[in-house]
């Protein structure tokens, strides 16, 4: 048996409010059963001072003083089972509260207690006699009928339930209220006919209130009377042709039904019917097309209907950034990016718009714009660290080093708890710092890069190249250079890296073997690594071959300082 907290219980029966109406009543019915003539009113009223400023255990020295001078005062009998209950001390609670109603069967509050006693004992059937009780005491007490029908419920008995709903009925007529808990039932029990028809009730009594119509509808739609179902959709169109949601319910009847083409016409004209909030209608596309599968088969509909919300709500930005976002999943970058610009033109108070907009400037590699819409992002958001990131990056582009420099320190500032943006920082730090040759400040980013996340490939990648170049800790740059290729295996970037470390080290071989994976993993019109494979072949004594190389290089980009003069003079230089 589960005991709950009683002293809960009591608290919202609102027992305490009751207290001096208790005591006339008990102090009334016991006054011809008084030991010798000794009346305990001063006893009882004593007791009840103590109780009110705390002292309960005082008190319940009293009432009990109370009940020896007067053993039918049912009051006190009332007030200990209160004290008892407040220290968990169930049994005794439980029989001076049975006592106290057997004392004065007319009082409610004493039934309320005892009834609420039983409840939390599990003792359902008990508390459903209790709770009867107290009906027939106040018939005209609503709240009274909902706690039986409750008891009936935890009884297990959810029939007798339905019955305490009827007599509500009786007295009060048909309410939305108690038809709708009977409906619950029903459908609970499995009696669906018995669940519509009490919906169907509702409707004769208010012919004209649609939303019982909807609840009809998809109490119907979920049953399988599907026919029963269309014709509250159609009477709601009837009676209230402007119904904002009528469409949007009758949309998901066709869905269900597999007539897709009606379901999107029923939601075409839910969308353009002001009278439905944005709200919803974002969250019906969201529903329907952010999951991938769904947005490829139905993009043509999602853009339709992105169309229609934004001639119906033409100055709401959530139009425009909801469409933005279907533009961008469809890699439709110019039109996402005027959406979100447009997003920002009626509101820009929304970060994360700003922040998508730059991450679609990013896919149209438009530096000027990337710049000129980060540094306003920070403007506007000094504290998300993501636009100076952004930013970091656009200088970067226009190699203006100490702006870029400037602008990730000041970033790195507000990241928190995010290992992975800390680490794209320190990664632009450290190309930006090897930019000016501050070689120290360089490896140091690039090291905390590597304490973050010991396989990011792009710095392992560089952070061994930049070793390489300058000749220095070539063992580590050997052993980064490996993994990176390791982590990445089809990079010809990190092959050449590698390739060119063995090659510093004197491997030419090794070094060999990995610029030539390099080139034939599609590296073969690489101006750099073209030229590294001409410098092997030259350590290698291929001196032809090397020249070979060196001019292919040149004719195919931009390679070291040196290549011209490689070319020219026809001999390695360093």
């Known amino acids: 048996m589960i005991i709950r907290n009683i002293s809960l219980l009591l608290l919202l029966a609102g027992f305490l409010l009751v207290s001096c109406k208790s005591t006339q009543t008990g102090t009334k019915a016991?006054?011809?059963?008084?030991?010798?003539?000794?009346?305990?009113?001063?006893?009882?009223?004593?007791?009840?001072?103590?109780?009110?400023?705390?002292?309960?255990?005082?008190?319940?020295?009293?009432?009990?003083?109370?009940?020896?001078?007067?053993?039918?005062?049912?009051?006190?009998?009332?007030?200990?089972?209160?004290?008892?209950?407040?220290?968990?001390?169930?049994?005794?609670?439980?029989?001076?509260?049975?006592?106290?109603?057997?004392?004065?069967?007319?009082?409610?509050?004493?039934?309320?207690?005892?009834?609420?006693?039983?409840q939390s004992l599990e003792m359902y059937s008990?508390?459903?006699?209790?709770?009867?009780?107290?009906?027939?005491?106040?018939?005209?007490?609503?709240?009274?009928?909902?706690?039986?029908?409750?008891?009936?419920?935890?009884?297990?008995?959810?029939?007798?339930?339905?019955?305490?709903?009827?007599?509500?009925?009786?007295?009060?007529?048909?309410?939305?209220e108690y038809s709708m808990k009977k409906q619950s039932i029903y459908i609970q029990e499995g009696k669906i006919n018995k669940a519509v028809e009490e919906i169907e009730k509702l409707i004769e009594f208010f012919p004209n209130e649609t939303k019982y119509y909807a609840i009809l509808a998809e109490t119907c739609l979920d049953n399988g009377m599907d026919d029963k179902a269309l014709e509250a959709y159609n009477k709601i169109t009837e009676i209230d042709p402007d119904n904002?949601?009528?469409?949007?319910?009758?949309?998901?009847?066709?869905?269900?039904?597999?007539?897709?083409?009606?379901?999107?016409?029923?939601?075409?004209?839910?969308?353009?019917?002001?009278?439905?909030?944005?709200?919803t209608k974002v969250q019906i596309l969201i529903r329907y097309y952010t999951v991938n599968e769904i947005y490829d088969d139905f993009k043509h509909e999602?853009?339709?209907?992105?169309?229609?919300?934004?001639?119906?709500?033409?100055?709401?930005?959530?139009?425009?950034?909801?469409?933005?976002?279907?533009?961008?999943?469809?890699?439709?970058?110019?039109?996402?990016?005027?959406?979100?610009?447009?997003?920002?033109?009626?509101?820009?108070?929304?970060?994360?718009?700003?922040?998508?907009?730059?991450?679609?400037?990013?896919?149209?590699?438009?530096?000027?714009?990337?710049l000129q819409e980060s540094k306003k992002t920070i403007e506007l958001f000094p504290e998300q660290p993501i636009p100076y990131l952004f930013a970091g990056g656009a200088y970067y582009q226009e190699k203006n080093w100490d702006e870029c420099i400037k602008v990730l320190e000041n970033g790195l500032f507000y990241v928190v708890n995010n290992d992975a943006l800390l680490a794209q920082f320190y990664a632009y730090l450290g190309d930006a710092y090897n930019q000016i040759g501050d070689d120290k400040k360089s490896d140091k980013s690039y090291d905390n890069v590597l304490t973050l996340n010991p396989?990011?490939?792009?710095?392992?990648?560089?952070?061994?190249?930049?070793?390489?170049?300058?000749?220095?800790?070539?063992?580590?740059?050997?052993?980064?250079?490996?993994?990176?290729?390791?982590?990445?295996?089809?990079?010809?970037?990190?092959?050449?890296?590698?390739?060119?470390?063995?090659?510093?080290?004197?491997?030419?071989?090794?070094?060999?073997?990995?610029?030539?994976?390099?080139?034939?993993?599609?590296?073969?019109?690489?101006?750099?690594?073209?030229?590294?494979?001409?410098?092997?072949?030259?350590?290698?004594?291929n001196q032809e071959r090397a020249v070979e190389l060196w001019i292919k290089a040149k004719e195919s980009g931009k390679g070291s300082d040196l290549l011209d003069k490689k070319v020219e003079e026809k001999t390695y230089h360093e």
Not at 36 to 57: C, P, R, S, T
């Open 455 to 541: 396989d990011h490939d792009y710095v392992l990648n560089n952070y061994a190249y930049y070793l390489s170049l300058r000749g220095e800790n070539l063992e580590k740059a050997a052993k980064m250079a490996k993994r990176a290729t390791e982590i990445t295996p089809n990079s010809s970037s990190n092959q050449d890296t590698y390739g060119w470390v063995l090659f510093k080290m004197g491997y030419y071989e090794e070094a060999k073997f990995w610029i030539e994976k390099a080139i034939s993993n599609g590296a073969e019109d690489n101006a750099v690594i073209l030229e590294h494979l001409g410098d092997v072949e030259w350590k290698m004594d």
């Open 126 to 176: 008990e508390a459903t006699k209790e709770y009867e009780k107290i009906v027939e005491l106040k018939p005209n007490n609503p709240e009274y009928y909902n706690q039986l029908a409750v008891a009936y419920l935890y009884a297990g008995e959810p029939m007798e339930a339905v019955k305490v709903y009827d007599r509500i009925e009786e007295r009060a007529g048909v309410t939305e």
């Open 244 to 279: 904002p949601y009528i469409n949007i319910s009758m949309a998901d009847y066709y869905k269900k039904n597999g007539q897709m083409d009606k379901a999107f016409e029923k939601l075409q004209l839910g969308f353009a019917n002001p009278n439905l909030d944005i709200d």
């Open 302 to 370: 999602a853009f339709s209907l992105s169309d229609l919300l934004i001639s119906t709500h033409p100055n709401d930005p959530k139009a425009y950034s909801i469409q933005g976002d279907f533009l961008y999943q469809d890699k439709q970058f110019e039109k996402a990016r005027d959406a979100f610009r447009k997003v920002i033109e009626l509101d820009s108070s929304k970060y994360l718009v700003w922040e998508q907009l730059l991450f679609t400037e990013s896919e149209l590699q438009d530096n000027k714009a990337i």
């Open 30 to 118: 016991s006054r011809g059963n008084q030991k010798a003539g000794v009346d305990n009113a001063g006893v009882f009223i004593d007791a009840n001072k103590e109780k009110l400023i705390g002292n309960y255990d005082e008190a319940q020295r009293l009432f009990k003083k109370a009940l020896e001078l007067d053993p039918n005062d049912a009051a006190s009998m009332y007030e200990l089972a209160k004290l008892y209950a407040r220290q968990n001390k169930i049994n005794e609670s439980l029989e001076f509260s049975r006592a106290s109603t057997e004392t004065d069967p007319e009082n409610v509050y004493y039934h309320l207690l005892y009834g609420s006693l039983l």
